[in-house]
């Protein structure tokens, strides 16, 4: 007997053992693959801003070029919602492993097509359909990305802590952003600006190739993850996730919509637009303010999870309204910042907007992905988040841009930021708090049967 009981405490320990050690191979993965991710998209955000305007839109003027080039910019956000429905499916049917493989690939190869792309000058109106087309593909590449790289880590470990695993997919995009935005930075520091707009911008992109290999590696070490197992072996998939999520948790994805507002939409101002503003409208360099976005980006390495953990510890709700709240305050004080002038108060402004922008996005993976039961979860809750990307991220630096246009004061686009906390506050006061949920009861998620 006494052996028998040894016996067993062995199994028990191998089983904790290896419990551990998938947990830090999906934590490891689902940071490093959507770090690749968003290193990827924001290189392109970056040059849609800097480049692509005189590259792909020569024979435009500066305020048309910066237009033309946001809208293919805004097309990549346009195409998440169809990769969140597409990976969605295939993410709740054959699993999370397989298909943040493809999501992960497609990313990769289409950022690295746009380092070889040659401009107008060279191929005419066939280099912007294709740098159209290859923003579609990282879309629905992003679209299917997310919500994959949250289950990963929620789905693996302790349940007490799915906002702090959560958040290690959230940290992707700071950690992309500096990679992505530091390249560029370094490259348009140490090369002329003749050099770095011939070539120089190209080689962050060709570096797509290299890092989508890391990716691969990596993610092809970890298993399926034991919640959406679970429901495979007692063969409750759905045959038609996503539609079933639709139909069941329409709710749900709305309000994980709306509750993105007042996070994606100032996030992609402060970090794109604010590039064309503040170089084209106050004569700053490019290199300052590549910097004070690279710095902002550095911190939310820290509190990302930060934040994520104080979610797990006093609910959700409770930290992401205090940061949509603080963004809401600094929508004016932002404009009238960098409006003044001054390297310290504009560097000052852009790393407390991050701030904000950490508070919320931190809790965010778990608030959204805790709103959909598991077998339905890859697709409600990718719908959830990419479904903002049409109406908040994708038109922001677009519409910024117009309303700069038409009314001369940047005051306007603060309005417009406060717009958009006045949608997320509403969405987060009618959204459920499941932070203490027990994900694998189905019949938490009874009130709208799945």
Not at 69 to 79: E, L, M, R
Not at 264 to 287: C, G, I
Request: with cysteine; proline share 4%.
């Amino acid at each position: 007997m006494v052996l028998g009981r040894n016996e067993a405490n062995k199994v028990i320990d191998r089983q904790a053992t290896e419990q551990r050690s998938q947990v830090r191979k999906a934590a490891i993965a689902s940071a490093i693959g959507t770090t690749i991710e968003w290193y990827d998209f924001f290189l392109y955000n970056t040059a849609a801003a800097l480049i692509f305007p005189h590259l792909f839109f020569p024979a435009s003027s500066s305020y048309a070029g910066a237009m033309q080039s946001f809208a293919t910019y805004a097309v990549g956000f346009a195409a998440r919602p169809i990769g969140a429905a597409i990976f969605g499916y295939w993410g709740d049917r054959i699993g999370r492993k397989a298909t943040l493989v493809i999501t992960l690939l497609l990313m990769g190869i289409a950022s690295g097509i746009v380092g070889v792309l040659p401009g107008a000058s060279a191929i005419g109106i066939a280099a912007p359909l294709i740098l159209v087309a290859l923003r579609l593909i990282q879309g629905l590449a992003v679209g299917g990305e997310w919500s994959g790289s949250v289950l990963l880590t929620m789905e693996w470990g302790d349940q007490r802590k799915r906002g702090l695993l959560g958040s290690f997919a959230q940290i992707g995009v700071p950690a992309g952003l500096v990679l992505g935005t530091g390249g560029l930075t370094l490259l348009s520091a140490v090369l002329s600006d003749a050099a770095f707009s011939a070539w120089g911008w190209r080689i962050p992109f060709l570096l797509s190739f290299v890092l989508v290999g890391i990716g691969l590696v990596i993610r092809l070490r970890i298993l399926e993850t034991p919640m959406f197992a679970a429901v495979v072996a007692k063969q409750q998939t759905s045959r038609s996730p996503v539609g079933d999520a639709i139909r069941h948790h329409w709710r749900e994805i709305l309000l994980s919509a709306g509750l993105r507002f007042s996070e994606q939409m100032p996030f992609y101002l402060f970090t794109s637009y604010v590039l064309v503003y503040v170089v084209a409208e106050h004569h700053y360099s490019k290199t300052f303010v590549l910097n004070a976005v690279l710095v902002g980006a550095a911190l939310e390495l820290f509190t990302i999870p930060y934040f994520s953990q104080l979610s797990d510890r006093i609910g959700r709700k409770k930290v992401y309204l205090s940061g949509a709240v603080l963004t809401g305050l600094l929508a004016f004080p932002y404009f009238a910042v960098l409006k003044a002038g001054g390297y310290a108060p504009v560097f000052l402004i852009v790393i407390a907007s991050m701030i904000a922008h950490a508070m919320q996005y931190g809790p965010q993976a778990a608030f959204i992905g805790e709103s959909f039961p598991t077998h339905l979860r890859y697709g409600g809750a990718g719908l959830g988040y990419q479904l903002a990307s049409v109406f908040a991220g994708g038109p922001a630096p677009l519409l910024a841009t117009w309303l700069l246009h038409v009314t001369g004061t940047p005051y306007s686009i603060s309005a417009y930021i406060l717009l958009a906390v006045v949608v997320t506050v509403l969405c987060a006061v009618y959204i459920t708090d499941r932070s203490r949920t027990d994900l694998t009861d189905h019949a938490a998620y009874a009130r709208r049967p799945a």
